[in-house]
């Protein structure tokens, strides 16, 4: 019996959604996936029913209810420690936390300017200084990360965790608009478009036949 029910939005758009459904695939975690297409008729008959903020993602364990991504990877990662959401070491994990705080409650210009779209593939439009701003300093986060890490694994502090989950989304934006990037920062994005769950999200999410203007419209 499937023990949790994941309630996302659309892969192609939901940059929120692909966070806590990324560390559920990749550690193969048995999960209900229940879509809703986000601006339709549908989200909004039965979102007030399965979140209690009425967004997405949200998470069901039972009688628990858990509405926020970064809550959700918490709270996955404190029942499945065999995962390692967050690194074992006391310093290491104080900075993937940090950088992981930072992503769920930073960066407006860069979502604002850059909305997650699996299916765009183009090069990179006018953007304000803010956009330019906050590029630069996802791109010093995961140079400072990878730093300290780069002997122990691929990903942001050795091995994937909570924190390469949060910025997934933004590889995808970065993909998709052709963000100039230095090696270091590439080589993280690669070993994160590696993953089989990665490519499954990006897959799906170009598959989608919803369209929502505010989102292609850059």
């Known amino acids: 019996m499937t023990r949790y029910r994941l309630v996302i939005g659309n892969k192609n758009y939901s940059s929120w959604s692909l966070r ?19 601006d339709s008729e549908e989200f909004r008959t039965r979102i007030g029913d399965l979140s209690p903020s009425g967004r997405v993602p949200v998470l069901h364990d039972g009688e628990v209810v858990v509405w926020d991504s970064l809550a959700i990877l918490e709270y996955l990662a404190e029942r499945h420690p065999q995962a390692y959401g967050w690194p074992q070491d006391p310093g290491s994990r104080a900075l993937a936390r940090s950088a992981s ?44 990360l990878r730093a300290r890490h780069a002997g122990v694994g691929p990903f942001l502090c050795g091995h994937f965790g909570i924190v ?38 990006i897959a799906q999410g170009r598959a989608e036949s919803e369209r929502l203007a505010k989102y292609e419209a850059i």
């Not at 975690?29 to 297409?37: C, G, K, N, P, S």
């Open 164 to 201: 390469d989950c949060m910025f997934a989304p933004v590889v995808i934006r970065f993909t998709g608009y052709s963000v100039p990037v230095d090696g270091e920062c590439r080589a993280w994005m690669d070993a994160m478009l590696a993953l089989p769950a990665m490519q499954e999200w």
């Open 101 to 144: 705080a930072e992503m769920h409650s930073g960066f407006p210009d860069l979502r604002g300017e850059l909305p997650m779209n699996c299916s765009r593939r183009g090069p990179l439009p006018p953007i304000g200084a803010g956009a330019r701003r906050d590029i630069d300093r996802v791109q010093a986060l995961w140079r400072s």
């Open 20 to 38: 806590p459904w990324l560390f559920l695939r990749h550690h193969d975690i048995a999960f209900e996936e229940v879509r809703l297409a986000l």
